[in-house]
């Protein structure tokens, strides 16, 4: 069974800076493309940023280009999202994806962690 366990979530202020991690268990994380995708109050969800199995190739929102960082450790099946210079409309749930391992996609959706929130204040 996959799954994936999202934590570093919180309340900060406009400016400062959050890592979010997922951890898998279950699935092929070295062989998977893996993703964070952000849900606002009342919106659908988007994708943040994703990144390749061996991180070679990586991807983000405009929205998001140069203040986020997606990086992962196959070693210990965790992706990493370094979130800095926060801004109140970073505010969201922030949902954990992988894609089946070997498909090639740069919006994985086949499994979902539960969610992290994240809030920004002014």
């Known amino acids: 069974q996959v799954q994936l366990v999202e934590s570093g979530g919180g309340l900060v202020q406009a400016g400062e800076s959050l890592r979010l991690s997922c951890v898998a268990s279950g699935i092929d994380f070295s062989n998977s493309a893996m993703g964070w995708y952000r849900q606002a109050p009342g919106k659908q969800r988007d994708s943040v940023a994703a990144?390749?199995?061996?991180?070679?190739?990586?991807y983000y929102a405009d929205s998001v280009r140069d203040r986020f960082i997606i990086s992962r450790d196959n070693a210990k099946n965790t992706m990493y999202l370094q979130m800095n210079s926060l801004k109140p409309a970073d505010t969201g749930v922030y949902f954990c994806a992988a894609a089946r391992p070997n498909r090639v996609t740069m919006q994985p959706s086949d499994y979902w962690g539960q969610g992290t929130q994240v809030t920004v204040s002014s």
């Open positions: 990144i390749t199995p061996t991180s070679r190739g990586t």
